[in-house]
């Protein structure tokens, strides 16, 4: 019974949610038999008591007679939790509700109740502080229920056509273009192909009306769509930037979104060598955090923790990214918290050349996720490099080639890795004097790819950028 649809579905609610279940359960408007509410209350008491739930129990608690009856009593629960939960979803936003009623009473023929449910819908929508798609959808629903009403009874006055139009668009608009960049950013990482349809024609009418271009989600979306298709037009980026840390008329998730495709565009352009882009991944990287759009489910990814220190070392934000790491653990999962504080606090004692600090934290560095582990391995690589250990330095490349031998690295990782090893012995090994071995060392560096630690590798043979 535990691995019933039933049972996961009732899982899946909200403490809050289970206990509006049982008030509609209760309710001979929506459940007319008592079978279901009895069958609810005894997988509510085991919800709440975490134990699995017992057939036989059940039936007993349900007061069915046989297993026949206990499986079609166990399929009318489900069918009314669907149905509470297409209610709660369709009920989940109060803006909307004025609008329904509006349409009730439309199609009943009561005007005064209609005008004054549609006053409410209008003061509804202008209250809430967020001007996205689901607002001007919110506006078309509003002024195709006035058009509906007008042009009821063949009325003669005139119609609210033009004000219906301009909202199905700027609604289309927004929405076309929002789908767009999501597409494209993720066309770019997968090489999937999207055909994106009346995409041109949007964008066209865009910079034939450029009014609309007031309205910050369109205005975002747009110069996002540019910046992504346009990659040499960073003007574009530039003016979506300013947008994105002005306004606040969009909810959340969406600027959640705009901050990740922003930061993925910055990480492209750093692997470009556009280093100036460091600085753009910081500032988006802070403006999330300030905004508290990083955290999902209350807690921030390692994934995410561990870039933004690095980010902010490479913009020289070492105090900052110190205050980060101690401000931020506790929206770490617990498991991976105390290897990522030690790990990243291991990068900050390097980036202030305080070795013997940074190696007594990569002692407490998480060795058994596999990125963390090499990341760790190649700081005390430049450790024992940058204090002229070199015999220990010899030991650890080739521990460190062995280890990628072993592990299953694959792909860009392995790529990447090997050339850091490679290029960190013949490092050891050329003639600083000679600037034939020089040339030729640096021309193998520069042209080396991928190479995360080119800068690096760089600054030891003393070329400065």
């Known amino acids: 019974m535990e691995h019933s649809v039933l049972w996961q579905s009732l899982s899946a609610l909200t403490n ?75 009920f989940e936003h109060a803006t909307d509700y004025h609008i329904h009623l509006a349409a009730a009473y439309r199609k009943r023929g009561l005007e005064k109740h209609f005008a004054r449910a549609l006053r409410a819908a209008r003061k ?55 789908q767009a960049c999501f597409a494209l950013s993720h066309q770019a990482v997968y090489k999937a192909s999207y055909q994106l349809g009346l995409l041109d024609a949007v964008v066209q009418h865009l910079q ?26 960073e003007r574009h980026f530039d003016q979506f930037k300013i947008l994105l840390f002005e306004q606040s008329a969009l909810p959340p998730d969406e600027q959640r979104n705009l901050h ?36 999902e489910n209350g807690l921030l990814s390692p994934f995410a923790y561990n870039n933004i220190v690095a980010i902010a070392l490479k913009v020289q934000e070492s105090d900052w990214a110190e205050t980060f790491i101690h401000a931020h653990s506790p929206f770490l999962e617990a498991k991976h918290r105390e290897a990522n504080v030690q790990l990243n606090l291991a990068r900050v004692a390097y980036h202030r050349k305080q070795y013997g600090s940074a190696m007594v934290h990569l002692q407490s560095a998480d060795y058994k996720d596999l990125i ?4 760790s391995k190649t700081l ?29 690295v694959i792909g860009y990782h392995r790529d990447n890795y090997s050339n850091i090893i490679r290029l960190t012995r013949k490092l050891t090994q050329h003639n600083p004097r000679s600037r034939s071995e020089v040339s030729a060392l640096q021309q193998q560096i520069e042209t080396a790819a991928p190479l995360t630690e080119k800068d690096w590798l760089l600054d030891m043979l003393g070329i400065t950028g």
């Not at 134990?51 to 069915?64: F, I, L, S």
């Not at 609309?212 to 037009?233: D, G, I, W």
């Not at 963390?372 to 990341?375: A, F, G, P, T, V």
């Open 16 to 90: 809050l949610e289970r206990k509006h279940l049982g008030y509609w359960l209760a309710s001979p408007f929506f459940c007319r038999r008592p079978h279901p509410l009895r069958l609810f209350e005894y997988l509510q008491t085991c919800i709440l008591e975490a134990k699995p739930p017992d057939q036989q129990a059940a039936q007993t608690a349900a007061g069915v007679a046989n297993a026949q009856a206990m499986r079609l009593l166990m399929s009318e629960l489900f069918s009314h939790i669907e149905h509470f939960m297409v209610y709660e979803e369709k």
């Open 124 to 178: 509804d929508w202008e209250h809430q502080p967020h001007r996205h798609s689901a607002y001007f959808e919110a506006q078309t629903a509003i002024e195709y229920e006035q058009y509906q009403f007008q042009s009821s009874g063949h009325r003669t006055e005139a119609l609210n056509l033009q004000a219906l139009i301009d909202a199905t668009d700027t609604a289309f608009i927004t929405r076309k273009l929002r």
């Open 208 to 233: 034939n009306a450029p009014e609309l271009l007031k309205r910050s989600a369109v205005a975002l979306y747009y110069y996002c769509y540019l910046y992504l298709t346009e990659p040499e037009a």
């Open 260 to 295: 990740l495709l922003a930061i993925n565009y910055c990480v492209k352009k750093i692997n470009q060598a556009q280093t100036r882009y460091f600085r753009e991944a910081f500032d988006l990287y802070r403006s999330a955090l300030q905004a508290g759009l990083l955290l």
């Open 372 to 375: 963390n582990n090499l990341i």
């Open 380 to 408: 005390l690589l430049k450790i024992y490099y940058e204090t002229a250990e070199f015999d220990a330095l010899d030991a650890h490349l080739q521990s460190m080639q062995s280890f990628l031998r072993r592990q299953r």
